[in-house]
């Protein structure tokens, strides 16, 4: 008898992990952080959510060890008076934030019809066509079309407090059928084994095979994606910031950063959008590093051919 | 003595032309909706005894296994009746039909997809126990699961262990216990020893054997490997192209075969120390079941076919012995 | 008589990380010219390695390690990939049980046997064509002219593994290695093409490696048989020899466990356990813990190969006179 911690540590996906020096690398980078943004609020040295303590009279100020920086703000001040250091951290937090929870909420849907689809054959067709059809309007129509609609319903401080939210729905809907077309290739695959059938001899409902039964086995490519959502959803978010859809400035992710910055790079103060620049791209990056790390280990016949 | 199971005039037909869309053709300039149909099964008629093992034998794509699983309702026929001690069940849903899900019980062929992976063997053999008597207590859905692993010969030491750490053999063992665990009175075995070594064969079917003993089990047990089926069974049908061709008990069938493609098929079996090239030769492939021959199902490849195999489909001959066959030659006394 | 190619204490190793995983150990054979000599075992037993490392076919992890293959004088096991890409599918032919492993599903019959011809042989492209269709005729496919135009998919099983042995056969080969070559196939056509090997083995003077796990085939095809348990052979002998009389308690039972040698009972006669996994060896005898007529000394040390007075070879100390009781 083994417990589930021994069973780990003997897994081959730990030896694996073990194994690959970019899987480890990118996996600490991501563990750093993941969990310097959510302690933002303990570790960074300023909050850029509080008013109160900023000054204007700080604003543009270049980061430490370049002329006219201070100690105080070790990467500079953004154009409204903020600790580049502290608000990179406060929106990172809102960009992970937002990118895991559109990627459940894509997950939750698309597993849902995927399911469905790949297993009462009658919803199939009528299922996937829907999915089509949402595919085929782009990620930043739906966002900018929704985003309108509610700026202009809450106005812009009540934006502020529904944006999260708001974008975690949008970037959610718009890409769901990824999750929804992935499961259902594997439900289709699973549901031809003889286990499901094993299932049915012992008369096991529907709904119970599904969920029971298939659906843990069409876990794995799920994870896979999710790796890759994530990035993109991340991506989304900054995107649509950038368009001035995503984040307000009071409450800034990495994408709202670098549009703030932007307009500052020609006066010189390249830091508002190089460092949250660098932070996002870094972030993306680990991430998608591991994902290939997981699609390679869950599924070792992409290498053989 | 009344039959457990018997099969009525049964066809089992698969439609494989897809969508509404796919079906559409051009010919002639004209637009018309063609189907494909596989005829997996065709007329079968079959009634198994209490307590006998009655194997079905037959080549690859013969309708053996889909036999088996319209039997197991996993599909409904298109035409015919299948009952269980003389209750229709073919076309029972879901809910009518859990009582007698208790009492027929399947085995499949590949030990390494027949179970879930994800599940560990006491999930696996507690979960038709308690889906089945949602009263009985944890200790008593324990008793009775460490109880039949023990039977089939698998230490319930390792039932927290999950499938892929168990060999060929060993799976087959866990894939008979969860038939096994709801007490069943028929199983249907669809080709259970097909995957497993040859040294490992012996004891799937000496367990098999054994549990048929025990419990007074009856076995639809679907092969190809006919000095198996030679062993185990009491009644043997030779199945060709979904239609069985003949019927009779193992040792009148292994000693005096009468359907040409009985013969056919005992010939070919390699004999330890025998010598090749005394086999029966046929001609041709055997066809697919789409395109299926308008008279007998072997008609394309019987050494003694005439005129009337093509045309006409042979029914079903009883004869003296006991047997069934269906051929023209033998009814007309040419073979 | 003229030895074809002699296998020296061959050992295969495949490093995995779980272990090294020694799938052939220490294995002597050899085959004359125009022998036919089965290989029997279970699967894992290392069969198919073995026959893969005779045209030095092993892919990574696994590696020869030790021994040598003697093929007209020269040890092959040690060929460049280059210098063995002369002798495979040259003097040497692998049929494998999927004739879909050697049959290409986009390219015409044709096109894959000219392919062939024309790069072991010094032909016309006409010449080419006449040796195809004159291998074709060889065995049994009607209008060979037709077919040479079709693909893979337009053909039934049995004959998709007739036209692979006729590939195999356009160079004329001195050894055809069959691995499971009709596991795959249904009994009536598995003893056709059984049926066509024998014959073309006789009529071309060619030897045959015939690796299958089903005794009753090789007995029927093959005029020797080694026995292969754990990586190992256990016993080596003339196929009536091994069939009727067989030494080895792992052949005894193998055989015995047949359905038709159950004779009147109902129970048939199996071995205990299973084999032993490759990472996980029994120091002594591979086959000491189902063995039941095993003494100590199995346990310690692993049994050679000896001969009998019989002429069969066998690797057991209760049998080879070492250890008589």
Redesign the interface.
Known sequence: MRTRWQRFKQSYMLYNFLRDPVAITSFIILAFLVFTSFAAPIIAPHDPYDSSTIDIMDAQMAPAWIDGGSSEFLLGTDAQGRDMLSTMLYGMRVSILIGVGAVCLQAFIGIIVGLLSGYVRRLDNILMRFADVQLSFSTYMVAIFIGAIVQTMFGVAGYDRVAVPLLIVIIGLAEWPQYARTVRASVLAERKKEYVEAARVIGLSRIRIMLRHILPNTLSPVLVISTVQVANAIMSEAALSFLGLGMPITKPSLGSLITAGFEYIFSGSWWITIFPGILLVSLILVINLLGDWVRDFLNPKLYKG | MSAILEIHDVDKHFDISGSFLDQLQLSKGKITRKRTVVKAVNNVTLDIQPGETLSIVGESGCGKSTLARTVMGLYKPNKGTISYRGDRIDHLNSVKMLPYRTKMQMVFQDPYASLNPRMNVRQILEEPVRFHNPDLSRSEIKARVSEVMLQVGVDPVWASNYPHEFSGGQRQRISIARALVVDPEFIAADEPIAALDVSIQAQILNLLMDAQEQRGLTYLFISHDLSVVEHISTRVAVMYLGCICELATAKELFSNPKHPYTQALLSAIPRLGGKIGGHVRLSGDVPTPINLPSGCAFSGRCPHVNERCMQEIPAQLKLESGSVVACHGIEEGRI | METLIDIKNLRVDFAL?SGTVRAVRDVSLSINKGERLGIVG??GAGKSVLGFSIINLISKPGKITDGEIIFKGHDISKYSYDQMRKIRGNRISMIFQDPMMTLNPVLTIGTQMMETVLAHMDVSKKEAEKICLEKLTKVYIPSPEKRLSQYPHEF?G??RQRIVIAISLLTSPNLIIADEPTTAL???????I??LL?ELCKTENMGLILIT?????V???TQRIAVLYAGKVVELGL??QI??NPQHPYTQ???Q??????GGK???????G??PSLLDMPKGCPFEPRCTICIERCKQEIPILKELESGTQVACFMRNGANKR
């Open positions: 990380r279970e699967s039934s049995g004959m249904d009994v009536t056509i598995q003893a056709e059984m049926d024998l796990h089903d005794l009753a085939v007995s029927e095809v196929s009536e069939i009727n039972g193998l055989i466990a047949l359905p038709q040698m159950a109902k129970r048939l006669n199996q071995i205990p299973m084999m």
